[in-house]
């Protein structure tokens, strides 16, 4: 099974449950941020199955359906000593409306949200906390790592880092005591060249945001797909990259041609291989797909089996996309 060693020196799987999709509907007025209807019993099911197929790091956010993600969580972990959770916070959701709210950085309020994520966890402490808005200046998030530097000396946080894809953002706080991780977009079409060459001379964990492009590269979507309007991939929103108007990009899904069969090296599914990419590119990555179903998680974590791609198949990749190659 292919592993990584975390910042508190121990060793987990190199995969992680993402649970965004698990959240439900959640919205900014009309403009759908969720995934769609969920079913509870189903996602608990998807959680029980992934730590049976060793899954031990999961990562949720407050705003995911209001808090919605990370109360079922809870449940599915309650009473569980061998799991690492991470949450994010800084995007507002109301638990009631399900509608967004402006986004609230402020220690008053990092403070409130810390209780209510580790109610919704029925956790004493959060393993991880990230800040979740990517784009605050750094002058800025000074004060919110130093307030989540208080909160960690309180025990209400074991370490913190910076869900961001600005890597002078990440380079400004790689070196601060408990700061250990970045979470960041990067699949096997956007490598994030620069922000790994900055995790890897700091030592952080890279979180893979996006390691299958929302579903893209699973294969299952065609030019004629119709996503559900309440889909989050339906939305026009300027970061919606892999999809428009409800439909797959052809662009992207002319990329994903050009390189299925190599990502399916040594008996991989589509799915499996996208994963192995990101192993293959640094020992640092740990990604995050989302998970609602039995399914999802069983082929996810069958990916750990094979771990990361042969370097010979990441240099063909490199070539097929017409792209100069990275040391690993």
């Given at each position: 099974?292919?592993?990584?060693?975390?910042?508190?020196?121990?060793?987990?799987?190199?995969?992680?449950?993402?649970?965004?999709?698990?959240?439900?509907?959640?919205?900014?007025?009309?403009?759908?941020?969720?995934?769609?209807?969920?079913?509870?019993?189903?996602?608990?099911?998807?959680?029980?199955?992934?730590?049976?197929?060793?899954?031990?790091?999961?990562?949720?956010?407050?705003?995911?359906?209001?808090?919605?993600?990370?109360?079922?969580?809870?449940?599915?972990?309650?009473?569980?000593?061998?799991?690492?959770?991470?949450?994010?916070?800084?995007?507002?959701?109301?638990?009631?409306?399900?509608?967004?709210?402006?986004?609230?950085?402020?220690?008053?309020?990092?403070?409130?949200?810390?209780?209510?994520?580790?109610?919704n966890l029925r956790r004493e402490q959060i393993d991880l906390l990230q800040l979740h808005v990517g784009y605050l200046p750094v002058v800025e998030a000074e004060a919110v790592f130093e307030h989540l530097g208080r909160l960690r000396v309180a025990g209400k946080i074991g370490a913190f880092g910076w869900s961001t894809d600005t890597p002078a953002s990440a380079a400004a706080f790689a070196g601060r005591d408990g700061f250990v991780s970045i979470q960041h977009q990067m699949n096997v079409l956007d490598p994030a060249d620069e922000m790994i060459a900055v995790i890897e001379r700091a030592g952080l964990l890279s979180i893979n945001r996006g390691p299958l492009a929302m579903g893209l590269l699973t294969g299952k979507f065609t030019p004629a797909t119709e996503i559900a309007r309440d889909d989050?991939?339906?939305?026009?929103?300027?970061?919606?990259?892999?999809?428009?108007?409800?439909?797959?990009?052809?662009?992207?899904?002319?990329?994903?041609?050009?390189?299925?069969?190599?990502?399916?090296?040594?008996?991989?599914?589509?799915?499996?291989?996208?994963?192995?990419?990101?192993?293959g590119r640094s020992s640092r990555t740990l990604p995050i797909p989302g998970i609602r179903t039995v399914a999802q998680a069983e082929e996810n974590a069958g990916a750990l089996a094979f771990g990361p791609l042969p370097q010979d198949a990441m240099a063909e990749i490199d070539r097929l996309l017409g792209r100069a190659p990275v040391p690993a």
């Open positions: 099974m292919h592993t990584i060693t975390l910042w508190n020196g121990e060793t987990s799987p190199a995969l992680g449950f993402g649970g965004w999709a698990i959240g439900g509907p959640f919205f900014a007025g009309e403009v759908p941020l969720g995934w769609g209807k969920v079913d509870d019993r189903e996602s608990m099911a998807a959680i029980h199955r992934a730590l049976d197929a060793g899954i031990r790091f999961f990562d949720t956010a407050s705003n995911y359906g209001g808090g919605h993600s990370e109360a079922v969580l809870g449940a599915a972990l309650a009473g569980r000593d061998d799991v690492v959770i991470a949450t994010k916070f800084g995007h507002v959701v109301d638990p009631a409306s399900k509608q967004a709210l402006a986004d609230d950085v402020s220690s008053e309020f990092i403070t409130r949200i810390v209780e209510r994520s580790l109610r989050v991939r339906t939305a026009d929103v300027e970061w919606m990259t892999y999809f428009k108007d409800g439909r797959v990009s052809p662009e992207f899904t002319s990329r994903l041609d050009g390189i299925r069969e190599t990502l399916r090296t040594g008996g991989r599914t589509l799915t499996q291989g996208a994963l192995a990419w990101l192993w």
